[in-house]
């Protein structure tokens, strides 16, 4: 089974700086997804950023981007320009290609705290 | 467009009551996924449904929970003799049908309370 882990419970950084978030799985397959979700005080959860395996090149998203490193199923996210409003428990996730299985794997999530 | 629509958003049950959550998606999209998140953790899968089918209930207690998602309304799922250790927030997402990176977009929760 596939396991995502997030080994920063909580992280800080000061507004207007970047910071990088990390995040490993585990799996045997060459085809999948990854994802990085956003869940503000407000708890909805929010999709910050998307990865193919099958794609070399990073995905980037304005502020947001990742560093995917497919050998050692390694998938970070940066975040540029750090603003108050990117505060957030930021989640890893992983979704199979398989037919028939849709779920996403999460990790526990980071606690990202931005000071001003 | 209408995001993925989940109420009631708030829910009080005492033990051995049921708890009925609805969640409607987004317009086109068929499929719908249930996760349940416990306090300080990350969520976990429980169910993964399309019109009329469940698809994928690896994640499902045996008993006392059940989920439907019928050729008309919402997607419910039901929880039966609550007891405390359910007391969770329950996220619905929905998703299009296959063909493209079938990103899934979550619905704000339900917080239910067993008291």
């Known amino acids: 089974a596939q396991t995502v882990t997030q080994s920063q419970p909580e992280m800080s950084v000061q507004e207007a700086e970047t910071v990088t978030l990390s995040c490993t799985y585990d799996?045997?397959?060459?085809?999948?997804?990854l994802f990085w979700y956003k869940q503000p005080p407000s708890r909805q959860m929010i999709l910050v950023i998307r990865?193919?395996?099958?794609?070399?090149q990073n995905a980037t998203e304005n502020r947001f981007s990742v560093n995917f490193q497919k050998a050692a199923k390694s998938f970070s996210l940066k975040i540029s320009d750090s603003q108050l409003g990117d505060a957030a428990m930021y989640f890893c996730?992983?979704?199979?290609?398989?037919?028939?299985?849709?779920?996403?794997?999460f990790g526990k999530g980071t606690k990202l705290t931005v000071n001003p | 467009n209408a995001g993925v629509m989940q109420n009631p958003r708030h829910l009080v049950r005492r033990r051995g009551q049921e708890a009925r959550l609805r969640c409607s998606p987004m317009?086109?999209?068929?499929?719908v996924y249930w996760y349940r998140q416990l306090p300080e953790e990350g969520l976990k899968f429980m169910v993964y449904?399309?019109?009329?089918?469940?698809?994928?209930e690896s994640g499902m207690p045996k008993e006392r929970f059940s989920a439907e998602f019928p050729k008309e309304g919402p997607s419910i799922l039901r929880i039966q003799q609550v007891v405390r250790g359910d007391s969770a927030a329950y996220f619905c997402?929905?998703?299009?049908?296959?063909?493209?990176?079938?990103?899934?977009?979550f619905g704000p929760g339900t917080r239910l309370l067993v008291l």
């Open positions: 997402a929905s998703s299009p049908p296959r063909g493209s990176v079938e990103t899934q977009y």
């Open positions: 990865q193919e395996a099958y794609k070399q």
């Open positions: 449904l399309q019109k009329e089918n469940i698809i994928d």
């Open positions: 996730a992983y979704r199979t290609t398989q037919g028939g299985s849709e779920k996403l794997v």
């Open positions: 317009k086109g999209h068929s499929h």
């Open positions: 799996t045997s397959e060459s085809d999948y997804y």
